[in-house]
T-cell receptor, first 114, second 113 residues
Framework: GAGVSQSPRYKVAKRGQDVALRCDPISGHVSLFWYQQALGQGPEFLTYFQNEAQLDKSGLPSDRFFAERPEGSVSTLKIQRTQQEDSAVYLC????????????FGSGTQLSVL | GDSVTQMEGPVTLSEEAFLTINCTYTATGYPSLFWYVQYPGEGLQLLLKATKADDKGSNKGFEATYRKETTSFHLEKGSVQVSDSAVYFCALLPRQGAQKLVFGQGTRLTINP
């Protein structure tokens, strides 16, 4: 596609609900990243895929966070039993393999947990 | 650990003013350094980068020089425009082959006509 597409653009959840955030990377980009951006802060790394393999999940803040990319294209970030501290913008980015210096970011999903 | 510190915002300037946004870093290896820009309602975009000491990155009139002796990568522009209003992020990749970008907290820039 023309760019990295994320949906939904905005998500409001009640505390304790599960949410799923979707990312469609640029066609042909085998590397895919998720970042979390709290209000007024810079993005923080969550996890990284190369094709369908999750190579690094060291940034996931708890076992309530789970990411998958089963066919090596679209990825879903799932947050179970959401808490207020999960409120943030979740950014997805993609790149060609080994080119983390040339990331293309989506516009993000803004999650608000009430 | 690796980290990036940016000057506190917000920064407000008049059109055609000179811009400097300070960025310093801490890294154990030999990082690559980046400036990303986030325009309202859009995703982060790479503005410029430098991969080794004394390299100068430049794009759209913006410049930044990788200074190893001062561990700095300050962003400059000689004459800003209203369209430069955005949030600017300094970032690093800790070493060649690394995949995790480390970002500063961002600096919001507003340019008034």
């Amino acid at each position: 596609g023309a760019g990295v597409s994320q949906s939904p653009r905005y998500k409001v959840a009640k505390r304790g609900q599960d949410v799923a955030l979707r990312c469609d990377p640029i066609s042909g980009h085998v590397s895919l990243f998720w970042y979390q951006q709290a209000l007024g802060q810079g993005p923080e790394f969550l996890t990284y895929f190369q094709n369908e393999a999750q190579l690094d999940k060291s940034g996931l803040p708890s076992d309530r966070f789970f990411a998958e990319r089963p066919e090596g294209s679209v990825s879903t970030l799932k947050i179970q039993r959401t808490q207020q501290e999960d409120s943030a913008v979740y950014l997805c980015a993609s790149s060609l393999p080994g080119q983390a210096e040339k990331l293309f970011f989506g516009s993000g999903t803004q999650l608000s947990v009430l | 650990g690796d980290s990036v510190t940016q000057m506190e915002g917000p920064v407000t300037l008049s059109e055609e003013a000179f811009l400097t946004i300070n960025c310093t870093y801490t890294a154990t290896g030999y990082p690559s350094l980046f400036w990303y820009v986030q325009y309202p309602g859009e995703g982060l975009q790479l503005l410029l980068k430098a991969t080794k000491a004394d390299d100068k990155g430049s794009n759209k009139g913006f410049e930044a020089t990788y200074r190893k002796e001062t561990t700095s990568f300050h962003l400059e522009k000689g004459s800003v425009q209203v369209s430069d209003s955005a949030v600017y992020f300094c970032a690093l990749l800790p070493r060649q082959g690394a995949q995790k970008l480390v970002f500063g907290q961002g600096t919001r820039l507003t340019i008034n006509p």
